[in-house]
């Protein structure tokens, strides 16, 4: 069944950069958006921005324009997020998530990675 | 950017009860296509996030028919008939009418 498994929790140190994979099993990556979403403080809900798999093209929220990087590989059938310059303010769990196109919901989502910013 | 507002932060239900969990929109997500670009999701602890309902109304595949989507414009509602354990969990509504895409600040359910 379709499942989209997401790496492990992730101890960045302030300033450095971190980059989250979401493995597609099931399903060819291709075939549909990957989007992702950061929640904080273990409530609240940010969309980050979608990746269109077949073409590389990308769409992010402003507020997250040059914090986030969205890219595919469809070799693995993996999507990636790369974070930068990363603080405090980034220590959330992220997800992934699959857009169902034409009915305009996620269908299914990754586990969710937690990354902590520390020294 | 439109806002999502879910005014409860909790609410507390027996088993057997019904609860709706409202979600109120900043402006109408009601497209000129008719459907309203809403979205519901529950998040149960050790999970992966699920979705309940689209277009503020129609359940997604395997959502059990107690899950019940409604309103229009601005004011949407998710309700829970005969509410059980197993429904705990935090729930969201989602806009996707216009980018950014937003969410609701969530609302835990928690049994009395």
């Known amino acids: 069944q379709v499942n989209l498994l997401q790496s492990g929790a992730a101890l960045v140190k302030p300033g450095a950069s971190v980059k989250l994979s979401c493995k597609a099993s099931?399903?060819?990556?291709?075939?549909?958006?990957i989007h992702w979403v950061k929640q904080s403080h273990g409530k609240s809900l940010e969309w980050i921005g979608y990746?269109?798999?077949?073409?590389?093209?990308?769409n992010y929220n402003e507020e997250f324009n040059s914090k986030a990087t969205l890219t595919v590989d469809r070799s693995t059938n993996a999507a990636y997020l790369e974070l930068s310059r990363m603080t405090s303010e980034d220590s959330a769990t992220y997800y992934c998530?699959?857009?169902?196109?034409?009915?305009?919901?996620?269908?299914?989502w990754g586990q969710g990675v937690m990354v902590t910013v520390s020294s | 950017q439109i806002t999502l507002t879910q005014e409860a932060e909790s609410l507390w239900v027996s088993p057997g009860e019904k609860v709706s969990i409202t979600c109120r929109a900043s402006?109408?997500?009601?497209?000129?296509?008719?459907?309203?670009?809403l979205s519901w999701y529950q998040q149960r602890l050790g999970q992966t996030t699920k979705a309940l309902i689209y277009?503020?109304?129609i359940r997604t595949d395997g959502v059990p028919t107690r899950f019940i989507g409604s309103g229009s414009g601005t004011e949407f509602t998710l309700s829970i008939e005969d509410v059980r354990p197993e429904d705990i969990a935090l729930y969201y509504c989602?806009?996707?009418?216009?980018?950014?895409?937003?969410f609701g600040g969530g609302t835990k359910l928690e049994l009395k």
């Open positions: 099931d399903y060819t990556i291709s075939d549909y958006f």
């Open positions: 989602l806009q996707t009418l216009k980018k950014p895409w937003t």
């Open positions: 277009h503020a109304s």
């Open positions: 402006q109408s997500l009601l497209y000129t296509d008719g459907k309203d670009y």
């Open positions: 998530t699959r857009w169902r196109r034409i009915l305009y919901y996620f269908d299914h």
């Open positions: 990746i269109n798999p077949n073409t590389g093209y990308t």
